[in-house]
């Protein structure tokens, strides 16, 4: 198989599939904002899935050694990450993890349980820690440039842990090694401990420029045992519908506090989940490198028309959801309109800022066919013209 242009470009009639994307808002809207992609998966994912369900038997499955295998095999040979298999701890999903360890903190440091958190940020974080009764410390990140530039470091005092989000989303900024090691000597001050959401990290736009894991630049054990990582294929192979991801906890205190009551509290692993992570980890290289071709030029589309806006957009490096400034569109807008309305009122769906903790910006999820985006694109464009008229 060919994961050339044509492969992406090849529509998928999503509305028929259960889709939350393509059906929360009906047949005449073009969805850009729930973060899956309108991809087909690599047909090696695709093969796998279809020997498992052609056996006709769905029973319990256990922890796939091969699918952690493929994890373990894939960090190592692309991003350096030694990945010892006893760290392993399967999810359904990252936002399980994030409860889970904003749950640690409140039991292990209930004296000192404040998380920080980087705002915006995906909203889950939030969530998280209010469902959780933990008590966040926001940290407000810049929009362009150095997203911690304003960051003070006094903030963490007295803080018990960070919750990271790398790459970051909505931003799409791709931390370096620098700017992750002053998180990890903020860390090492203020004895905090870090859980950073790596989803994208398969997702980086630009060669030369690679994702880093955390974890991977910590210096000594101590350093290492403060850390949790969280891995997954479903954005990057866009599976995420089969509920597979990964928690990487070296310390075993940390790790056996973190699996408490797991098999009470935390789904497991389904049958499909583990399949397509192998498949996806094992042969989905090729057709990872294709899709970032064709998002690169889906980036191009959507940066001319923000530039025809003259709206200012988030220097997108990696992920697939770009970050775009709508608050000049606010004023504008009729009482008791939002952005969201008035962008459904002429067939688009976008994410609202708000809810990541930035109003008046809009987050576009680029992943889907290219004459799709074009078509979404034109019809922002009227609605933009309609709130300048």
Known sequence: MRYDEAFFDTPLDRAQSDSIKWTQYGPEVIPLWIADMDFRACDEVVQALTRRAQEGCYGYARDSEAAIEAMVAYHREHYHWEIDPAWVVPQPGVVTSLNLFCKLLRELRPERSDVLIGEPVYHHFMSAAELQHVRERRIDLA??????????????????????????????????????????????????????????????????????????????????????????????????????????????????HFTRDYDQIVPAVNLFGWVGAEAAYRYGEPWRLGMLAYLRKNRALLEAAAAQWKLPLCRLDATYLAFLDGTSLLPKLKPGETLKSHFLRYGVAIHEGAIFGAPGWIRLNIATQRDTLRRALERMDEAIGALRA
């Not at 959401?197 to 955390?214: F, Q, R, S």
Request: charged share 15%.
């Open 143 to 256: 929009f362009q440039g150095a997203p911690l530039a304003n960051f003070d470091p006094a903030q963490a005092a007295g803080a018990g842990g960070w919750l990271f989000c790398n790459p970051e989303n909505p931003l799409g900024h791709l931390w370096s090694p620098e700017e992750l090691r002053a998180v990890l000597d903020v860390a090492k001050q203020n004895d905090l401990l870090v859980a950073s959401d790596e989803i994208h990290g398969g997702l980086v736009l630009d060669a030369p420029y690679t994702y880093t894991p955390m974890m991977a630049l910590a210096e000594d054990d101590a350093e290492l045992n403060r850390l949790m990582a969280f891995v997954a294929p479903s954005k990057t192979f866009n599976i995420p519908g089969l509920g597979c991801a990964f928690a990487i906890i070296p310390d075993p205190q940390l790790r056996a």
